[in-house]
């Protein structure tokens, strides 16, 4: 199973703490942002996965006007080697 490193909607430290309610995933995401080792990994995320999303919004990515999953992943696959194009232009 992967780790996923993804925000949550408060910043108290309680928020780590697994509900009741939650299912078991979620329990062990809740346990997993708590490390400190995901903390740092997460603060990578600004310069990351935000940066490519900021991107596509610019490009005028904010809504898809196809139907169906496979014609979302493949506007998805489009988008993304345009992006990787762009990206190794610039550098």
């Not at 910043?11 to 780590?16: G, I, R, T, V």
């Not at 942002?33 to 990578?44: A, L, P, T």
């Not at 310069?47 to 991107?55: D, G, I, L, R, Y």
């Not at 919004?57 to 898809?64: C, D, H, I």
């Amino acid at each position: 199973m992967y780790d996923l490193y993804a925000p949550r909607n408060s910043m108290n430290p309680e928020s780590y703490l697994p509900k009741d309610t939650d299912s078991q995933y979620v329990k062990e995401w809740r346990i997993n942002m708590g490390k400190i080792e995901s903390k740092k990994i997460y603060k990578n995320r600004a310069a990351t996965s935000e940066c490519v999303n900021a991107n596509a919004r610019n490009r005028g990515l904010q809504q898809f006007f196809v139907r169906g999953i496979s014609k979302v992943a493949s506007n998805m696959c489009l988008f993304v080697i345009v992006h990787n194009m762009i990206r190794s232009w610039s550098l």
